[in-house]
């Protein structure tokens, strides 16, 4: 798209630090901003013992937790936690993120549902839900993640779970950042917020710019700003405002390195003309009542924008020693650009009431989403290395949906708890060529179906239980075809169940839990090297268990781990995909994670250890590696991190990290095409100073 050549983000965040700067007498009236907290949807809940009330897996980790790991990227954050798959990063340190939760492939992050602050921050969720996207790790304070049968709330595409970050409220005064790393990697971070004196209204700015060369010549240069704020509009009603912008221009590609690249430690980018150019701006408002102690209702209003442009250049041919690209400057087209333009627009809101029937205590919720988004899908063909061209095509896209949802939980006894829900999405997707003027519609609706329970077996104890329906739908490109013709294409159904074990007893805390997944359809990746692409699978069975135990040791040290085994991750008969009990691609066996930290007199250290088993790279289970990169085993692979921070006192912070300690090389990947290496040995130092 067109505004990348006449946008200057670095313009915005002067303009703001500025602002700021200059108008920071201001704050100095202002208190502390944590007074009072914003509304916003959260997928667990803010109030003591929230999690218990869930009959599904949890996990929800806080700004502590997230400061110790000292993360590079939320990737980072998230491949510590149970059930989830990370696969490695295409380049922007995290920027592109590809998320899997108990075996589902984690290409784009398709089978996941992602939210902030409860708004979707995935481009589309019916058009195309492929994530370019991911919030930089220094503007999350906490992130949620749900599996089980009380994601229905948060469809669609939530089979394998819900991931929700939460984003700072920016700290009371000012606050500057920075940070460095090898690579070339560099970032400063500007905060400033506080509370109105007069009308008790709460907000602040946060300001990011970071860049890197690349551990491939993959470098980066992102810019990231976030306004939120906020006040207490009536008694008992809040209202809160946010916008967010991020740009970031990506040296990465498709092309991976081919087999002699990788042999022998190169670090050359194997595209070095790609670019992967993301712009996003976003709109949240959010409205919270609170009628009575038994009846609130939260309303969110979402909008959001992005660009993606994906220029490539055009391959002759791929060997085992490289790629090799079309030449440009020589008459032909050797650039292409894929560029896509997402505009999102709903309203989600959501009424929760406590009462009591029949002598029993109940906690109904209800609510309702409408949902409308389009896309401007273009390729753009050049002669040249200018990164503009002539438009070749184009279709003008567009989905809308209205889904509601109903659970009540029945509380039978003061222990025992039975949650029945449902949720039914009807969507609407439309495909239009503007060259051609073909169009075409696909219109399903979908019932969602599930119940859980949860009884508290002893204080120490709970068990707690799900079977619930899941359901993806098939994305527009797929679902009609480019004649405007509707394939019929099924949405991707599962039936799930999980049973699960959690509890606390003095230092100790533990969750434990077998799930099963069972698919009558899976949509599944075909083919990545041009472009993803997706078709119905046919049947498939994911069966596995996750466990994670913490214990605090006294002393200031602390142990916890987790581990996610999935024996069963197969294709269950016969489909163009994949043979009859054949694996799923990027299913590992086992993941698993073992820290070991140390706290006293405010320094705190953290060891790592990150292991992830052996997988396919495509649905035939090849073995032996192809000429090319792209088929053959992925093999397992364990890296540790070390991590530590120093508060010199309540305003001076020191912080660092140092990533895969022993340069573990590893393939992380063989998709889309050819083979992306791990990140080596890296590291980041920085230190943060609290103006007050």
Request: hydrophobic fraction near 35%; glycine fraction near 10%.
């Amino acid at each position: 798209m067109k505004h990348q050549e006449v946008f200057r983000p670095q313009n915005q965040l002067v303009w703001l630090s500025s602002f700021v700067l200059l108008y920071g007498g201001s704050f100095s009236v202002w208190a502390n901003t944590q007074d009072i907290e914003l509304p916003r949807i959260d997928i667990v809940g803010r109030e003591e013992n929230a999690l218990y009330k869930i009959p599904g897996t949890v996990d929800v980790i806080n700004q502590q937790r997230m400061e110790e790991l000292q993360p590079q990227s939320l990737q980072d954050v998230l491949k510590t936690v149970p059930g989830v798959n990370v696969r490695g990063d295409e380049g922007g340190l995290g920027s592109i993120p590809n998320i899997g939760i108990r075996g589902l492939n984690p290409s784009r992050s398709s089978k996941v549902l992602l939210l902030e602050d409860g708004a979707p921050i995935q481009p589309s969720l019916f058009i195309s839900n492929a994530s370019y996207y991911s919030p930089p790790v220094e503007q999350i304070g906490g992130i949620e993640v749900l599996k089980g049968a009380s994601g229905l709330k948060y469809g669609p595409s939530n089979i394998g779970g819900v991931v929700n970050y939460l984003s700072k409220t920016p700290a009371p005064g000012f606050k500057l950042t920075g940070k460095v790393g090898n690579y070339g990697y560099r970032l400063a971070e500007l905060e400033a917020g506080g509370k109105s004196s007069s009308n008790g209204a709460i907000g602040g700015i946060n300001l990011i710019q970071s860049e890197s060369n690349g551990y491939q010549g993959n470098g980066f240069k992102m810019y990231d700003i976030l306004v939120k704020g906020g006040m207490e509009i009536a008694q008992n009603q809040w209202l809160s405002l946010k916008y967010t912008h991020y740009d970031n221009n990506i040296n990465t590609s498709y092309v991976g390195l081919r087999p002699n690249q990788y042999s022998t430690h190169s670090r050359d980018n194997p595209a070095p003309n790609d670019r992967f150019i993301t712009q996003r701006n976003a709109v949240d408002l959010n409205h919270a009542i609170e009628i009575s102690p038994e009846t609130k209702i939260n309303t969110l209003m979402y909008w959001s924008r992005l660009s993606r442009d994906y220029w490539r250049q055009s391959i002759v041919k791929r060997t085992q020693e490289s790629t090799v690209f079309r030449a440009c400057n020589v008459g032909t087209d050797c650039l292409i650009g894929r560029n896509r333009e997402f505009q999102m627009l709903g309203i989600d809101s959501r009424v929760s009431h406590a009462y009591k029937a029949l002598g029993i205590s109940n906690e109904a919720e209800f609510g309702l989403r409408l949902h409308t988004e389009s896309q401007i899908n273009q390729v753009v063909s050049s002669k040249t290395l200018a990164y503009s061209g002539r438009l070749t095509s184009q279709e003008d896209n567009k989905a809308n949906s209205v889904a509601v949802y109903a659970q009540n939980r029945f509380l039978l006894s003061k222990d025992f708890a039975l949650i029945p829900g449902v949720r039914v999405e009807s969507y609407n997707q439309t495909r239009s060529n503007a060259a051609t003027g073909k169009a075409g519609s696909a219109r399903n609706v979908e019932t969602i179906p599930q119940i859980g329970a949860t009884w508290q077996l002893i204080p120490q104890a709970q068990l707690y239980g799900s079977i619930y329906k899941g359901f993806a739908p098939a994305q527009l490109a797929t679902a009609i075809d480019d004649k405007g013709v509707d394939q019929q294409l099924a949405p991707e159904r599962s039936t799930n169940a999980e049973l699960g074990l959690r509890g606390r007893s003095g230092a100790f805390t533990y969750d434990s839990a077998i799930f099963s997944m069972n698919f009558s359809n899976q949509i599944v990746n075909q083919s990545l090297a041009a472009g993803i692409s997706k078709a119905n699978g046919g049947k498939s069975l994911h069966q596995g268990a996750e466990m994670s135990l913490a214990y605090a040791l006294g002393g200031g040290w602390g142990i916890n781990g987790n581990a996610t085994y999935i024996p069963v991750a197969k294709f269950v008969g016969t489909s163009s995909l994949g043979r009859d009990g054949n694996r799923i691609p990027y299913t590992p066996k086992l993941t698993s994670n073992l820290g070991v930290s140390y706290e006293k007199n405010g320094f705190n250290t953290l060891i790592n250890l990150n292991y992830v088993s052996t997988q396919y790279a495509d649905s035939a289970n090849t073995v032996a590696q192809n000429a090319i990169g792209t088929l053959g085993e992925v093999p397992a692979f364990t890296t540790v991190n070390w991590s530590a921070n120093y508060a010199i006192n309540k305003d001076w912070k020191m912080f660092g990290v140092i990533n895969n300690v022993f340069n573990k090389r590893y393939i992380s990947s063989r998709s889309p095409d050819g083979i992306f290496a791990g990140a080596p040995l890296n590291f980041q130092a920085g230190m943060s100073y609290q103006f007050n």
